[in-house]
């Protein structure tokens, strides 16, 4: 049994072939390192369905897995977890479907992670719940272990009160929510927007803990490999995202687009990882946005040298590296996002304060790093603007980012909130 034990919807890992390798995401860049260095167990699924393994090490870390079927996979996470919870979360820019029957799997499996995290804590073991797809297993293990100290963190945005209100079950959530020792998150924002669904009275503690990466985990690789690859372009962009609806990519690329009218010579590697493929809003999206770089590659390109360089695939975390650090401004233009590591570990990447970072206002990084080049991700025209500031940029803008991102690390974000909790 565990003193120490991280429970998340997913393990960090995926399985290749006959072996497990670290997944990608900002989740597992952020807890994989913690764990590591603290000991204890990560509990969460392994990414297959009808799959019942044994708890396991890799990667120096301790993995109890949890078993989904196929119903759960549709019901609790592609339905409740993100066809409900995310859009509401997000600030309903597609609209959040309520459906009874996905409730009862979203309890149910929530009722599956607690007792798996039951099982593996020792007497007055600390656990942490991770995100909004977990958000019943703090109220559950307080009725089953009191003896616990639980913490809860969520790592994408808290609406406003009157949006979450739309949410039928908001009182069952709300009530594990209360359960916890320390409930985290991203910006004061976020906990405000907590803070208001409660009444003045309250007990509950809660705070702000903006996560970030380890620096030493993202090095430079070799740009001069990625730029000769795209043709060795005057200024080069990049943007690396899941394939979302909340990251803004299409109206990102129709910015880019105005770029190229306005005459100046750029090329884009856009880097999108696949993400919940079986949802039509997340099918819609990949459609416009390939649609969108095979137009503005007919009308800006040439034989052999496109404007921008597409890649629809998972790219291992030890080549990101390279991207980061050939690109002359990187893009990070959600919609609404809780953080983005994505433009911290760009910043990392720039330590003699080249580069230059495109930074939305609604992404959690922009409440830290002020420095960047800010939009409007709703606004083409704001983006258009912050990329052509951007193309000139003061180097102590980066310097400076450099010197928070490096400073205010993972380490520094986990052990904030551990001692707090």
């Known amino acids: 049994m565990y003193d120490f034990v991280v429970v998340a919807n997913r393990l960090p890992v995926d399985r290749v072939g006959e072996r497990w390798q670290a997944s990608p995401g900002g989740l597992v860049a952020a807890l994989a390192p913690v764990l590591r260095a603290r000991g204890g167990c990560w509990v969460g699924w392994p990414g297959e369905t009808n799959t019942t393994l044994a708890p396991f090490s890799t990667g120096g870390i301790e993995l109890v897995p949890v078993a989904l079927d196929e119903t759960d996979y549709t019901d609790f996470y592609e339905g409740f977890s993100n066809s409900t919870l995310w859009p509401l979360y997000h600030d309903l820019i597609v609209a959040p479907q309520y459906d009874q029957t996905w409730w009862e799997r979203y309890v149910a499996v929530n009722e599956r992670f607690a007792l798996s995290v039951e099982k593996q804590a020792a007497h007055g073991a600390t656990v942490w719940v991770q995100d909004y797809q977990l958000q019943l297993v703090p109220g559950l293990l307080r009725k089953r272990r009191p003896d616990l100290k639980a913490g809860f963190f969520l790592h994408i945005p808290f609406p406003s009160p009157d949006l979450f209100r739309q949410l039928p079950w908001r009182e069952e959530i709300l009530s594990s929510l209360e359960a916890c020792d320390l409930i985290g998150f991203q910006r004061g924002t976020d906990e405000q927007n907590f803070r208001g669904l409660l009444p003045a009275d309250a007990s509950v503690r809660t705070g702000t803990f903006p996560i970030s990466i380890d620096p030493k985990a993202i090095t430079p690789g070799d740009p001069a490999r990625v730029r000769e690859a795209v043709g060795d372009p005057e200024l080069l962009m990049l943007g690396v995202d899941r394939m979302d609806y909340t990251k803004g990519i299409l109206q990102r690329l129709l910015a880019f687009e105005q770029l190229l009218e306005s005459g100046v010579d750029a090329t884009l590697i856009q880097l999108a990882t696949p993400s919940r493929e079986r949802i039509e809003h997340y099918r819609k999206t990949r459609r416009e946005v390939e ?131």
């Open 291 to 421: 649609a969108a770089v095979g137009r503005i590659n007919g009308r800006f390109g040439r034989i052999g040298r496109p404007v921008i360089h597409y890649v629809h695939h998972g790219v291992a975390k030890e080549e990101l590296g390279s991207f980061y650090a050939a690109a002359d401004i990187m893009l990070v233009t959600p919609f609404k996002d809780g953080m983005n590591l994505v433009a911290k570990e760009y910043v990392a990447c720039h330590p003699d304060g080249s580069g230059a970072l495109v930074l939305s206002e609604f992404a959690g990084a922009a409440v830290e790093l002020h420095e960047a080049y800010l939009c409007n991700p709703f606004e083409v025209d704001s983006i258009v603007r912050a990329m052509h500031s951007a193309a000139h940029p003061d180097p102590q803008r980066m310097r400076a980012m450099y010197e928070w991102v490096t400073t205010h690390d993972v380490d520094a974000w986990a052990a904030s909130f551990l001692e707090a909790l």
